[in-house]
């Protein structure tokens, strides 16, 4: 009986340092990916789903976002978790061309550039909502002429804004432009006012 109790025991302990070196291993794994900036930090709202559209656009998987708009997905759809529209979160993505890339596809698929969240914010918002340090300004730039182009308007307000950026449902109402300024993203402010028609 005594054998028994001991093996039992050592077994036990043998699950949990097992289970603790497999977390540990796994969560270093998903720490190093988010953090080489290589996907949307949106990732968090993707609702567990590896094959909703949503997480084929966080994780830039072109030809899953394509099955999908093909099998009827709404383009236009605002998610329920981040109440961003796909072109939105294919705005925050971190590398310039992925962003491009993903845009380009959206917007042939029908996306409109002008569509708001619950803010009131559009596109060009979400271009700079995040701090990244693989986006330079004059990829943002590129960015934000590019959606303008597809005329997307400038002269918004966005309610919700608090002090540091973030959206929150007691900030503050301000101007796109002042939303850039607000986040010393000085040149795409400067840009964004040249821009206005």
């Known amino acids: 009986m005594k054998k028994i109790s001991i093996i039992v025991l050592i077994m036990i302990m ?13 969560n270093n794994n998903i720490d190093e990916y988010l953090d080489k900036d290589n996907v ?3 990732l968090i709202s993707y ?3 590896k094959t909703n559209l949503e997480y084929y656009i966080i994780t830039c998987n072109y030809k899953g976002v394509e099955k999908k708009l093909n099998q009827g997905e709404k383009v236009n759809q605002i998610f329920k978790k981040s109440g961003k529209t796909p072109l939105m979160i ?3 993505l971190p590398n310039f061309k ?13 996306a ?19 701090d990244y340090e693989k986006r330079t300004s004059e990829e943002n730039i590129k960015l934000l ?3 303008i182009d597809k005329d997307t308007e400038i002269n918004i307000k966005i309610d919700g804004v ?22 010393k993203m000085e040149k795409e402010a400067k840009f964004l006012s040249e821009s206005v028609k």
């Open 162 to 183: 608090d002090n540091d950026g973030n959206l929150k449902k007691n900030g503050k109402r301000i101007s796109l432009i002042q939303f850039y300024k607000d986040k």
């Open 112 to 130: 409109d550039v002008n569509k708001k969240d619950i803010y009131g914010a559009n596109v060009l918002f979400y271009v700079g909502y995040y």
């Open 98 to 110: 992925d962003a491009i890339k993903m845009s380009q596809i959206l917007i042939k698929e029908g």
């Open 145 to 147: 002429k590019y959606y």
């Open 90 to 92: 294919a705005a925050t």
């Open 14 to 26: 043998f699950y949990i340092v097992a289970n603790m070196v497999w977390l540990k291993v796994v």
């Open 47 to 49: 609702e567990g789903k």
């Open 40 to 42: 949307s930090r949106e």
